[in-house]
């Protein structure tokens, strides 16, 4: 596969980078990551696309500003090549979808266990913490030379895809890659205060109203909280993912097994952002179209938000977890 990727991206005359809808660290930074690496080894210029506002905190990232919005994006053109970064399901990168059906030659680099492999090539490591984590180890096999810029890149997907090498899916490898990338010169503290220590007091006010509004049921073992479109309005939301980090937090609690967030999209549709501390909760989100890791998974479900906490917390009983 590493091979067919190699001829694919030389064989290309232009090559389009994708990202998932609502981009976190590891879909934008192994975008960037990509953009580089291309670049440096290549000699060639990609399109970047994103289908959502890129959160404020990753636009220190190297070519970050080089990123269209899928709204600037000719959806009639025809590319060479079209690679999907960290995308686990073709949905999920929502208007650009349409890019990448239309292109000759498609690849997917992934490390979600949901993943399918939907492309011509599909490159899916569920074993690596991260898509900036399979990138890099693609980079080895095919002796890459990594810039500054892109070790920047690389390290933040993996950086936060790990929740700071404390998840589960942070392995012996992963620190190692995580060394390499150090090794190149660039500050771990640097980009952790980018990614982490950037928050607008907004955000802070408006997820301590949402935690201070939590349910705990079941013996505290499941603990979620509901988001609505008149919360974001009322702490000044401005496009940002102000939900971010916030299942975590209901997670963090002693007591608790699953943490759940129930965000409204629309009057008949809501977001679940699941996290567990041993539960399968990918398991439950696919019974709703979703998807994701074992402790970490997502899915919409067409429910306005009282019907969507319901149905969740009906799965979760169903399947005998809490």
Known sequence: MVEQLNASIKNAKNILLVSHINPDGDTLGSMCGMYSLINDNYYKKCDMVVVSKIPSNYMFLPNIDKAKCIENVDNSREYDLVINLDVASIDRCAEAQILFERAKNTINIDHHETNKGYAQINIIEPESSATGEVILGIAEKLDWKISRECAICLYTAIMTDTGCFKFSNTTQRTMEFAGKLLSLGISNSEIYQKCYESTSKDMVLFQSYCISKAKFIRNDKIA?????????????????????????????????????????????????????????????????GGGGHKLASGSVIKANVSNAVKLVLKEIEKQGIC
Do not use: H, P, Q, W
Not at 253 to 277: D, G, H
């Open 224 to 288: 979620y909280t509901t988001v609505y479109k008149k919360d974001l309005e009322k702490f000044n939301y401005g496009g940002e993912d102000f939900t971010d980090g916030l299942t975590e937090k209901l997670r963090a609690v002693k007591t608790t097994e699953i943490a759940f967030v129930v965000k409204e999209l629309n009057s008949s549709a809501s977001k679940i952002s699941m996290r567990s501390k041993s539960a399968d909760v990918a398991k439950i989100c696919s019974t709703f």
